[in-house]
């Protein structure tokens, strides 16, 4: 009974002296921290894609919690997700409208062959040394540097062409740093028409070099609804996104080079082989 | 005194290194050995860690534990309560740094993250208080095994987060990747140590 | 100054195959129907265009001006009319800028430049006007304005001035050629150069496989103070820092330009275009370019106008025997790969190389094996191996902590490897990525 006693007493005492001594030093070097954080951390997708321009999910908390970032910056949240960091923060937030990236460029490498090349296959490192294989110089270079750099597995390479899936892609923007073309643009997700062409050069001079180019024939333009639906820009076309065109316009064009695509078709490989 | 510290010291950081001999605190010495930065943090905690508390159960053991007294006529000794005791001290100690940490090095802090408050549990810490024990080591003696035993730890620490550091510029084989390779790296490593062994 | 040349530190030997074109004399290029000259030709700033399509030019006219201080005029070849400003196949395999010029057969010089003929006595910033006038550029391949470096900054003493002949590139000889031929314009250009830069003398460096060029330069040096310095033969001597090293003993710092140690180098060829420029009045219009390599007829050495096509030199060449696999501008270690034959003759080109078939192999690289060949072959003295292997991570903080920007290019690296490992282009993609994110800082 006694050994019981005594090892209770010396326990409690010991206990007491190192509570005491641990007490002490949590009040002395005491840090502030906001509790918010890190619920609001766990509320974010945790996918740290960088999507919404701060290093990972946790720094974007901090500035959700600050104040400094609204927490539909976040382009990876479903809406739900949103509201419920909304909510918690006490303040509104208005959805924001999704986008996904489109590659701009339907050459694979048979629509556009030029000469072997022999190095590493890395985006950016071929346009150091010829630029690849390809022969058009505002093209897919197709050596998957976008496809490796996103988070998401959105992006597919197919016949030496990078090919969004739209279904995957939650539009973080990290395709979009790495393209040393300038390639990837980010587009209103509800958009399915776009124009898989970036070069500026002439019609016959694309098509001397690319089988799917646009060659600026404005079947396009003429076919849509409206006037200003698709932009011309010297000789190449681009969707309007502010105005853009239904996806019967694609039909309605019967465009000529299959330059004018839906990305839902595009990405189910619906285009391959039709261009003449 | 001087021999056996020298051998002591031998002893502890090289022939029985505790990750590479003992096969104590591999937790940690997997845990936090991505980047060499990490590793050096830790090293530093658990050489405070370990020292302190080899210290203090020492202390507390040598004056309080192993000493038999007579309350009420009955024969008392409380060395029973070794394990308990150590880990109680341990815990503590491993807090005061997680404190400190948090207040002077919030990155570190970060780094760390669970492996921090996991030194307590960290066998290598509540090892080389009861191997003091077992020893019958002097306070003295007792502090600087702690001390040595812990340098052992962090060098394997940092040798080993070294080898990882260029491990992740080699193609290592697809199933090999993550933990299986660092294993077979801290295995052959722990061959390396081996032939220290015979030198005290 | 000691004139014992050393040994710089790594280095390689490749076979040189230089024989295939050395013994042939230097031939004037016919005159075209057309010349397409690449708008940006030097390093630096490209110059902007003053010409439009329908002009009629002389020999010799301004086609575009410099936009900046290290920038470079640009000269019509021939006197005719301008065609087109538009685009043309580029060097580096996309299109480029360039003025299509109809040549009217003329050849008629316009009046661009008075020859100061008393050079000697003539003011230094006269003569450092006129080089830049003139568009001279560092023709030994990297087309680094002439002028800019003939103007040290504020603190920076020159003390040499270094004459590059090594030619250290196999298959090249257009500056062996020159330096045999126009010994004369070699050194009087030498010495023009020396008194831009305020200094009583000038050492030409010429490696010991072109006796014969030594023998010319020391007879046409000898009552000068033009030295001839004889190297040893070691690619990649004729690199900048390496050549310094070897005549002087100095190292230029990592980051460091020449001047930092109190050098200027200009290539051969440069110092016969600044000759050109002063004593005889005459822009930078044309270029000794070797067109070689085994499949050709008629390996030889060509003056070219600038905007030649690289068709028309091969056709000048005799044509092909054997179907090439691959060509290059430039030498075998530095080239780059062309896929068009419409590309045209620029300032800084100083080959046309056709490789057969045989001799150029589709490989794929394997894993490096640690074998340390690049190490020891690096004259630069940094680590190709674990470079590579940090580039290959993406690890462009690692790369740059390993100074890969100290890298020269030189490919002595990629030459070595046994796992065929494209070394130079990982290097390449490492600087561009670090400068890239030095200048978003």
């Known amino acids: 009974m006694t050994i019981i006693l005594v090892s209770l007493l010396f326990a409690a005492l010991l206990g007491a002296i190192l509570a005491l001594i641990i007490g002490v030093a949590a009040k002395a070097f005491a840090v502030e921290s906001d509790p918010r954080i890190e619920t609001v951390t766990d509320m974010l997708p945790g996918a740290n894609c960088g999507g919404c321009g701060y290093a990972g999910c946790a720094d974007f908390a901090k500035a959700i919690v600050e104040g400094v970032a609204p927490p539909n910056d976040c382009p990876v949240a479903s809406a739900e997700a949103t509201v419920r960091v909304a909510d918690y923060m006490g303040i509104t937030s208005e959805e924001k409208e999704k986008v996904v990236a489109v590659v701009r460029c339907s050459g694979g490498i048979s629509d556009t062959v030029r000469s072997p090349y022999n190095g590493v296959e890395d985006c950016r490192s071929a346009v150091l040394v010829a630029g690849g294989a390809k022969g058009c110089d505002y093209g897919c270079i197709g050596f998957a540097s976008c496809a490796r750099a996103c988070p998401f597995d959105a992006i597919e390479i197919r016949d030496g062409l990078a090919v969004v899936h739209p279904d995957l892609c939650v539009g973080c923007g990290k395709c979009v740093d790495v393209c040393p073309k300038d390639l990837i643009i980010l587009t209103p997700a509800a958009v399915d028409v776009h124009v898989y062409c970036n070069s500026p050069e002439k019609g016959a001079a694309k098509r001397k070099v690319c089988k799917t180019a646009c060659i600026g024939c404005r079947k396009c333009v003429k076919a849509s609804d409206s006037e200003d639906q698709m932009l011309i820009d010297g000789f190449l076309i681009a969707t309007n996104y502010n105005n853009p065109p239904l996806p019967d316009l694609v039909e309605k064009a019967a465009c000529p080079t299959t330059a004018l695509r839906l990305a839902t078709q595009h990405a189910a490989g619906a285009y391959e082989g039709v261009s003449k | 005194m001087a021999d056996n510290i020298l051998a002591i010291t031998i002893g502890a950081i090289l022939v029985n290194n505790f990750v590479l001999s003992k096969f104590l605190g591999i937790c940690p010495f997997l845990g936090v050995s991505k980047k060499l930065s990490t590793a050096l943090g830790m090293s530093g905690a658990v050489v405070f860690v370990m020292t302190l508390s080899s210290l203090v159960t020492s202390l507390i053991y040598k004056f309080v534990l192993s000493k038999s007294f007579t309350i009420n006529g009955t024969a008392v000794n409380l060395s029973f309560l070794k394990i308990l005791v150590f880990i109680v001290v341990i815990a503590s100690l491993v807090q005061l740094v997680e404190i400190v940490l948090q207040k002077f090095s919030p990155p570190l802090y970060q780094a760390l993250g669970i492996f921090l408050p996991l030194i307590t549990t960290n066998c290598a810490v509540l090892g080389a208080a009861e191997l003091n024990v077992q020893a019958g080591r002097g306070v003295l003696a007792s502090t600087i095994y702690g001390f040595c035993s812990a340098l052992g730890f962090a060098l394997a620490l940092v040798l080993f987060s070294s080898l990882r550091e260029k491990l992740d510029l080699a193609r290592v084989p697809v199933p090999l990747q993550g933990t299986a390779i660092g294993l077979i790296t801290a295995g052959i490593l722990a061959m390396v140590f081996m032939g220290f062994s015979g030198l005290v | ?441």
């Open chain 3, 1 to 441: 100054m000691s004139n014992k040349p050393r040994k710089f530190r790594g280095g390689v030997h490749p076979n040189d195959s230089k024989a295939l074109s050395a013994a042939s004399p230097i031939q004037d290029a016919p005159l075209l129907d057309k010349y397409t000259v690449i708008v940006h030709q030097n390093i630096g700033a490209p110059p902007e265009v003053l010409v439009k399509k329908g002009d009629e030019v002389k020999k010799g006219a301004l086609l575009a001006k410099a936009s900046g201080f290290v920038s470079a005029p640009l000269h019509a070849p021939t006197s005719g009319t301008v065609t087109a400003v538009d685009k043309c196949d580029g060097p580096t395999g996309l299109r480029v800028a360039a003025i299509e010029i109809r040549a009217d057969g003329e050849d008629e010089w316009g009046s661009p430049f008075e020859p100061i003929t008393d050079w000697q006595n003539a003011d230094a910033a006269d003569l450092k006007q006129r080089v830049s006038d003139a568009g001279v550029v560092g023709m030994g391949g990297a087309g680094f304005p002439s002028h800019v470096k003939l103007s040290p900054p504020a603190g920076k003493e020159i003390d040499t001035l270094i004459l590059n002949g090594a030619e250290c590139e196999p298959y090249l000889t257009a500056d062996h050629r020159l330096m045999l031929e126009q010994a004369e314009d070699v050194v009087v250009g030498a010495a023009i150069l020396a008194r831009i830069l305020g200094l009583k003398s000038a050492v030409i460096g010429v490696e010991n496989n072109k006796p014969d060029a030594i023998e010319a330069l020391k007879k046409a040096a000898a009552k000068t103070n033009v030295t001839v310095q004889g190297l040893p033969v070691n690619y990649p001597q004729g690199a900048e820092k390496q050549l310094i090293y070897t005549l002087t003993g100095r190292e230029v710092p990592i980051g460091g330009l020449p001047m930092d140690v109190g050098c200027v180098v200009q290539n051969v060829a440069s110092a016969v275009a600044v000759n050109d420029a002063v004593v005889k009045g005459h822009p930078s219009i044309e270029r000794i370019t070797t067109v070689t390599g085994e499949p050709l007829v008629n390996p030889g050495n060509w003056r070219f106008r600038l905007g030649t096509p690289i068709s028309k030199a091969i056709e000048l060449a005799g044509g092909v025997k054997v179907q090439p696999a691959k060509l290059l501008l430039g030498g075998p270690m530095m080239g780059f790969a062309q896929n068009s034959l419409d590309v045209t003759v620029m300032k800084n080109t100083s080959g046309i190389l056709l490789i057969p078939a045989e001799q150029v192999s589709q490989y794929t690289s394997d894993p490096c094996i640690r074998c340390g060949k690049c190490v020891s072959c690096c004259p630069m003295g940094i680590l190709p191996a674990t470079i590579s292997q940090a580039v290959e991570n993406e690890r462009f903080d690692l790369a740059a902590q390993l100074n890969v920007l100290a890298c020269i290019e030189c490919g002595s690296c990629s030459y070595v490897c046994p796992s065929r490992r494209p070394l130079n282009q990982h290097f390449k993609r490492a600087k561009a990525e670090i400068m890239a994110a030095r200048k978003k800082k």
